[in-house]
């Protein structure tokens, strides 16, 4: 998996041109500046920057289309802190992490090869290429610094994968096992005031759900979809859901009707504390969610046995910030990837611009000289 990653990460970043709009705020940082130092090795600030405005350009479609344009200076997980700041300080503790498995990697017998530093500096030059000077300049974006990243991701992704294989790959089948249901609720959980108090439900309002849904399950008995039985009393049915032994998601009063199911059968009416719920066994082994929860397993297990590797290196590592030179990075830039009809334009214009200037070298070269303005 993360060797696919990598090579995804490689051919994106190879490919991706990226717009810059906004300005900046007083002089623009010295990206040799010292942003981290891990066990005695400085962490330019340029690296933390070239990043963070990567990282940045493959969030603000999804993000700036929800929150704004102006997303990262808003404090989107009420914590007090600008959301550009979490993101900044979550690009840190990745280089950090870099930064140390560089360090350690050797330890492992793990080093890059030729090959894994040359895809890196190929994937570098396309880069820059791929874009002008300006949103070079704006993402601390030299060849050295985009090259010595991307060497970094391609060590990190190694050593995970060294450490992945020594998990234990037999998993408990009846751990992963799977089943999918179908099922309706309808809450009892009461409405808020503007103060955030909950209003309770009186007992007419829990009474008349119960009714409501004692008539659903009649009518579903009586050959109506489950689906269509809840469209028609404005609920939402839930469908195919697939839950394991130890899935927390579902209330154990509705786990343990379902677990009494078998294929093709309805629940009774189920009261848990936050509401009713009537539930449609559609499979008490799915196959494809239980291949899927093993994957999920390994996975996992490939994670723990990477942090149990990562993490002492961390609490014995002396790793200090500056955060005065990181608080130079700020967010009045946009850095996105441009539409597809803005690179056309670009495309365009530059042609246009080769064809005119072809034009005029002709024209010097029979007429009189062109004056510049």
Not at 185 to 200: H, V
Not at 298 to 321: N, Q
Request: overall charge negative.
């Amino acid at each position: 998996m993360m060797k696919k990653r990598m090579a995804g990460t490689l051919a994106l970043l190879s490919a991706m041109a990226i717009s810059v709009t906004g300005c900046s705020v007083g002089n623009r940082p010295d990206d040799t500046a010292e942003a981290v130092k891990v066990e005695g090795v400085s962490i330019p600030l340029g690296e933390v920057n070239f990043l963070l405005r990567y990282q940045q350009t493959q969030m603000q479609s999804s993000y700036g289309m929800f929150f704004g344009e102006d997303y990262l200076n808003q404090d989107l997980m009420g914590t007090g802190i600008p959301y550009g700041v979490t993101m900044r300080d979550g690009v840190v503790e990745t280089l950090e992490e870099y930064y140390l498995v560089e360090a350690h990697a050797e330890e492992l017998g793990v080093t890059l090869s030729e090959e894994d530093k040359t895809k890196a500096s190929e994937a570098a030059k396309a880069f820059i290429a791929a874009n002008d000077s300006k949103t070079l300049k704006a993402m601390s974006a030299e060849e050295a610094t985009v090259t010595h990243v991307l060497e970094m991701m391609a060590l990190q992704s190694k050593v995970y994968d060294n450490r992945a294989e020594t998990i234990d790959t037999q998993v408990d089948q009846e751990e992963a096992a799977q089943k999918r249901i179908s099922y309706v609720e309808d809450s009892t959980s009461g409405d808020y005031d503007e103060e955030g108090n909950e209003i309770p439900l009186s007992e007419e309002e829990i009474t008349s759900k119960k009714t409501q849904m004692d008539e659903l399950l009649n009518e579903v008995k009586a050959g109506q979809s489950l689906s269509e039985a809840a469209e028609a009393k404005e609920l939402y049915c839930n469908e195919a859901v697939n839950y394991g032994k130890d899935d927390a998601s579902l209330p154990d009063a509705v786990k343990n009707a379902a677990d009494a199911l078998q294929d093709g059968e309805y629940s009774e009416v189920i009261e848990a504390e936050d509401g009713y719920y009537i539930v449609y066994m559609e499979s008490t082994y799915d196959e494809a969610a239980t291949q899927e929860a093993i994957q999920d397993i390994l996975r996992e297990r490939e994670s723990d046995a990477y942090l149990a590797w990562l993490d002492p290196l961390k609490e014995a590592a002396e790793i200090t910030s500056n955060e005065e030179v990181l608080g130079l990075l700020t967010f009045e830039r946009l850095f996105s990837e441009p539409a597809a009809e803005e690179e056309e334009a670009a495309e365009e214009t530059e042609d246009t611009e080769e064809t005119d200037a072809e034009g005029t070298e002709e024209t010097d070269s029979e007429g009189d000289p062109q004056t510049e303005e």
